[in-house]
């Protein structure tokens, strides 16, 4: 207002008007100022915008608390959901799974879990089956040497040899049974004793078959060795070799009839190795040992070829455990032949015999 004096504070409010660098005045604008300016309808115009600010804003506020919301409870349902889930799951439910609603990150982990809860399922299921397999396994020997020994205290039976070496063949059949399930369980946490050096395939093999042998003759089945000239060296532990031989060889003569054969092959052989494989430094060829035991029996049902390698497995669940071993050899020889780097297969037709082959990673000629 024309002739208004401010006072200082007003005045350090406004904006300074400088001409030609010289201050001549200072612009201030105050809310008095503006109502003395502004007629009524622009005054309630201004109301208006100033009200529709204030109710965006509070539209606003009210979505982003709605949406705020919809969110936590979008992220923490689910994860309710899979804290009580894996609660039930830790107090041995193990059938319990989450619903998938998403492909987000609270999905993926959904999923996970399921897989998970999957897995446990398997490994509980195989875990009893095999305290199942164990206790029938041990309840057969352990019945019949309980029974000789009750019959020889009450008379029935005399402590002759015959009674006796009976009693200690069962017992020979118990501590195998024993020394095998240890060995398996030193595998399965890698802790199972591997002495390599440098072993000479052809002496390991001749050697196991020369003494098997004796075996072979007795069940009228012929057992032969068939090694290629200078087969190389292998690092390996040449007791644990020996076992995986004896563990096949056992199994080939178990199931071949009277006047059939079983004949052990090795010889030199050589991988191709794909690009991405670092197991020989670069190179696209490796030089491996081959020994394949094949025998004249029945053979082996496709169906039944993928689980041969499985513990405590029989393709005949009728066949007892005198005539169809314990299941437990070919088991420990995978694990064995795997300790060295190496693999192990079967193949068989029905009426045709069956032939398992393993590769170990041969060492280089001179080195």
């Known amino acids: 207002r024309l002739g208004q004096r401010l006072d200082p504070d007003e005045l350090a409010d ?32 201004l109301a208006r915008v100033n009200r529709a600010i204030f109710l965006a804003g509070l539209a606003a506020g009210g979505l982003a608390l709605i949406v705020g ?56 299921t195989v875990r009893r089956n095999l305290m199942a397999d164990v206790a029938h396994e041990l309840r057969t020997p352990l019945s019949v040497v309980q029974g000789n020994l009750e019959a020889i205290l009450d008379g029935v039976y005399p402590p002759s040899p015959e009674t006796i070496a009976s009693i200690h063949e069962e017992t020979v059949l118990l501590s195998r049974l024993v020394n095998d399930l240890r ?13 390599k050096e440098r072993t000479d395939v052809a002496d390991v093999v001749q050697s196991t078959v020369t003494s098997l042998r004796p075996q072979a003759i007795t069940k009228g089945v012929t057992l032969l060795a068939d090694i290629a000239p200078n087969v190389p060296e292998v690092s390996a ?7 995986v031989l004896r563990n096949l060889l056992a199994n080939a003569l178990r199931y071949t009839p009277n006047g059939g054969s079983v004949e052990v092959h090795v010889t030199e052989d050589q991988v191709v190795l794909g690009a991405g494989s670092t197991s020989c430094t670069g190179q696209s060829i490796y030089p491996y040992v081959r020994i394949a035991i094949s025998d004249s029996g029945l053979g082996i049902a496709p169906e039944d070829l993928p689980h041969v ?11 007892s455990r005198s005539g169809g071993g314990a299941g437990l050899g070919l ?26 082959t393993f590769l170990l990673p041969a060492l280089r000629r001179g080195a």
Do not use: Y
Request: aromatic fraction near 6%; avoid cysteine; glycine fraction near 8%.
């Open 69 to 124: 919301s919809l969110l936590f409870l979008g992220i923490t349902a689910p994860l309710r959901k899979l804290t009580t889930a894996a609660q039930r799951i830790a107090a041995g439910d193990l059938t319990q799974r989450v619903i998938v609603h998403s492909n987000d990150e609270i999905g993926e982990m959904s999923q996970a879990f399921n897989t998970m809860a999957e897995s446990l399922a398997r490994a509980e």
């Open 309 to 319: 390698f499985d513990r405590f497995w029989r393709g005949d669940k009728s066949r």
């Open 331 to 356: 088991a420990i020889a995978r694990q064995i032949v795997e300790a060295h780097d190496g693999r192990i297969w079967a193949e068989s037709q029905v009426g045709q015999g069956a032939t398992f």
């Open 14 to 45: 406004g904006l300074p008007i400088t001409v030609r660098g010289q201050r001549v005045g200072t612009l201030v604008v105050n809310s008095v100022m503006m109502g003395t300016m502004l007629g009524a309808p622009e005054q309630e115009f």
């Open 237 to 243: 532990d040449p007791q644990r070799l020996e076992q």
């Open 183 to 195: 060995d398996l369980a030193l595998a399965d946490a890698g802790q199972l004793a591997i002495h």
